[in-house]
Structures are given as structure tokens and as C-alpha cells.
């Protein structure tokens, strides 16, 4: 173990009990510090998941078997238009806001988010939009039942829960940007004095690329679900064919934000997997640069393959023909993660604590999840796939096992620098393989599903189905209980675990390892000085 800065035990010991001076509501009500509202993120977000997974086994209880046991379908789809809204913009991509929170200024060498007051508010925004958003269960009419996507005529068949659901979207997209200016402000100003860009941890990389597609995107999709309210109430008509307008324009608008938003969901996670990887492989990470330059590249390439979500809406031959190929290319720099990944691993001393094991799950997993995507990129394999299981299975790969699991792999990676506690590792791996197991029961079978034929978002549908149906259902009922289990997990850490070091594991690199653990409430007054040891992925120069 190395040893921890004096500079960082000075401040440590000035700045320790800071938080301790401030009332429950100052701090956690009127919180400027970068990490407590990183903790407010996380512990929405947190809820938020539980809230989506219970809609998600809601829906699985209906579908394990054929037939109408539990709900009519009018339900059963609000149910699944809101278990994709609240696990997308409530779930995955707080949780991602709030590990940035906490660990951007720490990374960098900052001592607070450029814009500590701006970063209280984007957090106060997302309770109140989750409110509206499920407050319309209740409305006459119920939730939106039009799919996340909101697709017209559609959506605009639904009664008030229009007008709350657009407004949710707006005030999460409000918070969205604001996060995404400040962490971009962050990153490019707040840097230590030797911390070039080329020397950022991979998760600043993809963070400062993320909240640039976040700018670029989150303003499309206001611009969309504007426009459909005010088709639905006030008589314009920018998707109402009747009127002259054009439903599948709304498919273009809202797919140029919908693609990007996949990549703001899972480039972070890349972010983190380039993290836990070299730290337990006890190797820098291979191919630092290829990996900056791999991320810049699906960045772009995230804004110029739309509408292969749209094969089967009626597209000329030249356009899906372009769009299968620029949606082909993504996966050229998408191996050159995965590669180097490996690659870190190759010959390294690897262990295999509960981090790494998420890490090494997202890496297999979300491969998978590639390979279904190349799948589906194949015009003419897309219309027999289109609209099924199978879609399903292949976004779920890409979110569940892909973001979700690198949530998971980095709350327990930073978890003794955020509490100065270890967590007790058995009782972690039991989580793991508990969810890995059943994570790929429930999500595996949608494959053969889809293959033989069974649309999404139905919630009757041909004995032919059953058996697998069965077995999906099954494993969202096992994989249910496992958050509440890594939330006793983490509490039980807090009360028994062993004490931290600063750098709680052997091999991390990177300056929030310099500081002691728990992190102190201010860190980083005076810009650190920086060591080749701190980096992690060592010194480029040599």
C-alpha cells in the first residue's frame, strides 16, 4: 500500500469534521459539495431502479403465462411505457450523474464542481419530474401507454397523462444539460496545474464526451415532444397526417436524440470498466490513447446512424443501405475497448474481488449485446426481427448488463474511498453470481423468443411461446430481491466493516486514491501536486 499524501492528511485533518457542522437540512437540502449531491444521485437513483424493476416484474407476472390473468392490456401497456422511462431517465443516467458528482472533481484534482449552486438545482429538478411522471397512474386514463418512444398517433391518443409526461421529460432534460454544462466546465477549467487532457482517467474521457452529446441531443427531444403536445392540444398538426403532417417525421426527430442517448448510457460505464480492470490486473490500462480517440469516434458516429431504428417504416433502398453500414462501423471502435480490455487483462496479476467480477461480466455480456446489435443492423435480418423479443433482448443486454452492472462494479470499487469501510467481499460475490445468473435467465430466452416470431409489448400471446416465457418470468422474480440485498450489503458495511485504507485497493492508480478514506468533505484547497504514480495509466511519457 502506498502512502498517503501529507498534504491530503493536512487537509484531511482541517476539513474532516466540516460536514458535521452543518444541520441535516443545510446539508442535504442547500448542499453545494460535490459529494453530497453525488450521494443525493445515487440514492435517487437507487430508488428509482426499485420503482422500475417493480413495474418490470408487474409485467413479467403477466406474462408468465399465455392469456389474461392479472391486467388488461391498456395497463399492461403503461406499465411498459413506464418501466423504460423511469429505469432510463430515473435510473441509469442519475446514477451515472451522481458517480461523476463524486468522483470527476476528485480525479482532476478539483476541489468542487465548477458550478456548485447550478449542480444543487439539476439534482432538485429530477425528484419533481418523477413525481409528475408517476403521479399520471393516477390520472383519468391512467400513464402513458404509447411506449417510451412516445411514437404518434399513438401517444397522442392518451388523455392529461400527455401534458404531465412531457413536462417530466422537459424538467429531466433541463437537469441533464445543466449537469452536462457543469461537468464539461469541471473538466476543462478545474484541472490540476499538470493534469493534461491526455492524462484524465478514462471516466473524465467519456464523461467530458457524454455531456457534449447531452448538449447536442437532450434540445432534439424537447423540440419532438413539444410539438407533440401541441398537437394534442393545440390543434396544430406536425404529425397528424391528416392535417399535412407526417407521423414518421416524428420517428427521425426522436431517434437523432434516441441513438445518442444509448451511448450516454453506456459510455460512462465504459468509463468505469477502464478503471476497475487495470486496478485488478495490476497493469496500466493498455492502449490509453486508442481508447480516447475509440470514444471520440462513437461520439460522432452515435449522430449519423438514426434510422436503423426505422428499416421497416419505409425508408429508399440507398438510405437503409448507408444506415446498416454507418451502424456496422460502430462496432470497429467498440472492439478496440473491448480488445484492449482484454488485452489489460493478458498476463496481468489479476484477483478477482467484487469489482472486477462486474467488470469482467460487463466485458462477456455486453459483447453480447454488440453482436445482437450487428444483428439487427442487417436490413433485411431487421425485418423479421423488428418489433420482437429479440430487440428486447438486445437492449436489454446492452443497459442491464451493460450500465447497470458497471453502476453496481463501481459503487462497491469506490465504496471504501466514499465510506472508509470495507464491504464484506463473500457476502459481494453472492450478489454477483445471484444476479448474474439470473440477470441472464431473464433476458437470454427473449432471444429465442423474438427469433420465433413473439412481439414486444404484448401481454397475450401464443402457447408456442410459453415454456421460455416462463423462464424469463422466473428469473425477474429470483433477480427481484437484489438490490435490497446490496443495499444490507453496503449498510452492513457502514456498521461492521474493517476500516479503509486511502488506497484501498493494491493496485488503483489515480488521485482520489491519494486522498485518505472516507474522502474528506473538502479535498483538494490547493491544487495537488501530481506524481507518475498517481496517473492511471502511468505516465504517457515514458
Request: charged fraction near 10%; aromatic fraction near 16%; include cysteine.
Amino acid at each position: 500500500m502506498s502512502a498517503t499524501h501529507p498534504d491530503a492528511i493536512g487537509q484531511a485533518h482541517e476539513h474532516g469534521h466540516a460536514a458535521h457542522h452543518q444541520g441535516f437540512i443545510d446539508r442535504w437540502l442547500f448542499s453545494t459539495n460535490h459529494k453530497d449531491i453525488g450521494t443525493l444521485y445515487l440514492v435517487f437513483s437507487f430508488t428509482m431502479a426499485i420503482v422500475g424493476a417493480g413495474l418490470s416484474v408487474w409485467l413479467r407476472l403477466e406474462l408468465a403465462e399465455p392469456g389474461l390473468q392479472y391486467m388488461k392490456p391498456e395497463f399492461f401497456n403503461q406499465l411498459t411505457a413506464m418501466h423504460a422511462l423511469v429505469m432510463i431517465f430515473g435510473a441509469i443516467m442519475p446514477s451515472f450523474v451522481g458517480l461523476a458528482n463524486w468522483m470527476v472533481p476528485l480525479q482532476i484534482g478539483a476541489p468542487d464542481m465548477a458550478l456548485p449552486r447550478m449542480n444543487n438545482w439539476s439534482f432538485w429538478i429530477m425528484p419533481f419530474a418523477f413525481a409528475l411522471l408517476l403521479m399520471t397512474f393516477f390520472l383519468p386514463g391512467g400513464a402513458p401507454a404509447g411506449g417510451w418512444t412516445m411514437y404518434p398517433p399513438l401517444s397522442l391518443q392518451g388523455g392529461y397523462n400527455l401534458a404531465f409526461a412531457i413536462f417530466a421529460i422537459h424538467m429531466m432534460g433541463v437537469s441533464s444539460v445543466m449537469g452536462a454544462i457543469n461537468i464539461i466546465a469541471t473538466i476543462l477549467n478545474m484541472r490540476a496545474p499538470q493534469m493534461d487532457l491526455l492524462k484524465m482517467p478514462i471516466f473524465c474521457w467519456t464523461w467530458l464526451i457524454t455531456a457534449f452529446l447531452l448538449l447536442a441531443v437532450m434540445p432534439v427531444l424537447a423540440g419532438a415532444v413539444t410539438m407533440l403536445l401541441t398537437d394534442r392540444f393545440f390543434d396544430t398538426s406536425f404529425f397528424n397526417a391528416a392535417g399535412g403532417g407526417d407521423p414518421v417525421m416524428y420517428q427521425h426527430i426522436f431517434w437523432f436524440f434516441g441513438h445518442p442517448e444509448v451511448y450516454i448510457m453506456i459510455l460512462p460505464a465504459f468509463g468505469i470498466v477502464s478503471e476497475i480492470i487495470p486496478t485488478f490486473s495490476r497493469k496500466p490500462l493498455f492502449g490509453y490513447n486508442a481508447m480516447v480517440y475509440a470514444t471520440v469516434a462513437i461520439a460522432f458516429l452515435s449522430f449519423i446512424v438514426w434510422a436503423h431504428h426505422m428499416f421497416v417504416a419505409g425508408m429508399p433502398l440507398g438510405g437503409e443501405v448507408y444506415f446498416m453500414f454507418a451502424t456496422m462501423l460502430i462496432s470497429i471502435p467498440t472492439g478496440v475497448k473491448i480488445f484492449n480490455w482484454v488485452t489489460t487483462m493478458w498476463r496481468g496479476s489479476m484477483t478477482f474481488e467484487a469489482p472486477m467480477l462486474w467488470a469482467i461480466a460487463f466485458v462477456v455480456l455486453f459483447a453480447i449485446g454488440g453482436f445482437s446489435g450487428l444483428m439487427v443492423a442487417v436490413v433485411p435480418a431487421d425485418y423479421q426481427y423488428h418489433d420482437t423479443y429479440f430487440v428486447v433482448a438486445h437492449f436489454h443486454y446492452v443497459l442491464v448488463t451493460g450500465s447497470l452492472f458497471t453502476i453496481i462494479g463501481a459503487i462497491y470499487y469506490w465504496w471504501p474511498k466514499w465510506s472508509g469501510r470495507m464491504y464484506n467481499e463473500t457476502l459481494a460475490k453472492i450478489h454477483f453470481w445471484w444476479t448474474f445468473v439470473f440477470v441472464n435467465m431473464v433476458f437470454f430466452p427473449q432471444h429465442f423468443l423474438g427469433l420465433a416470431g413473439m412481439p414486444r409489448r404484448i401481454p397475450d400471446y401464443n402457447v408456442v411461446f410459453a415454456d421460455w416465457n416462463l423462464v424469463s418470468s422466473i428469473g425477474a422474480f429470483c433477480m427481484f430481491p437484489t438490490p435490497f440485498f446490496m443495499a444490507f450489503i453496503l449498510w452492513r458495511s457502514l456498521k461492521t466493516g474493517a476500516k479503509a485504507e486511502a488506497r484501498a485497493w493494491e493496485g488503483a492508480r489515480g488521485l482520489e486514491w491519494t486522498v485518505p478514506s472516507p474522502a474528506p468533505h473538502h479535498t483538494f484547497q490547493t491544487p495537488p501536486e501530481i506524481h507518475p504514480g498517481d496517473l492511471a495509466h502511468g505516465d504517457p511519457a515514458h
